[in-house]
């Protein structure tokens, strides 16, 4: 899973993030958003994940559901 990260109301990039994935297995997986906002999770296994974000800036986002299947590309 791929994306970017802006701060409203500016739109101003969220680096330094952290973006977290939480298979329904309780797998976790982490990343940071680089200087651009940008993320990447993964190669994450097919299943069901809820996706949630933090700025140091922030508060912690509602977290997403997404679901990843064997033959899918995020």
Same mark, same amino acid.
Do not use: C, D, L, N
């Given at each position: 899973? %791929?994306?970017g990260l802006l701060l409203a109301p500016d739109a101003i &990039? %969220? +680096?330094g %993030?952290?973006?977290t994935a939480v298979r329904d297995d309780g797998s976790t997986y982490a990343a940071a958003s680089a200087d651009d906002g940008t993320y990447r999770l993964g190669p994450l296994s097919a299943g069901i994940y809820s996706i949630s974000a933090v700025s140091p800036l922030t508060a912690p986002s509602a &977290? +997403?559901?997404v679901v990843v299947s064997a033959d899918t590309t995020y």
């Open positions: 899973i %791929a994306g &990039p %969220a +680096r %993030a952290s973006v &977290p +997403r559901t």
